[in-house]
């Protein structure tokens, strides 16, 4: 029954980038946002990006313009690309999305398991 899962994460070093990966279960439709999350070691779970159903992105200050969201509206997937990684960046990244599985229904949240990134020389 896990409807959301990430992948794309690993070990890179300080400047290095990483692509992350979301792919949602064809079962969720009408999807209005895709976010990224992440909780580093000791830290609350924070917004890193988010991407409405028209496009529209927002992301947190600490990114400085480092990484990118896009989604596949076609593929039910989402994705963030990482630049100029920094060790500060070392957390488990989470994919959230927030959709239907019925039309009539109300709108979800369903929270992927998330993907380890590790920034280290």
């Known amino acids: 029954q896990v409807q959301v899962v990430e992948s794309g994460g690993g070990l890179v070093q300080p400047g290095g980038s990483l692509r992350l990966f979301c792919a949602a279960s064809n079962r969720i439709f009408s999807i209005s946002i895709m976010d990224w999350y992440r909780q580093g070691p000791g830290k609350q779970r924070e917004l890193v990006a988010t991407?409405?159903?028209?496009?529209?992105?927002n992301y947190a200050n600490f990114v400085k313009g480092r990484f990118t969201i896009s989604r596949d509206f076609t593929k039910n997937t989402a994705y963030l690309q990482m630049n100029s990684l920094q060790p500060e960046d070392m957390a488990v990244y989470y994919c959230h999305v927030r959709g239907r599985m019925s039309l009539l229904g109300r709108e979800n949240d369903y929270w992927g398991q998330g993907t380890q990134v590790t920034v280290s020389s």
């Open positions: 991407i409405s159903s028209d496009g529209t992105t």
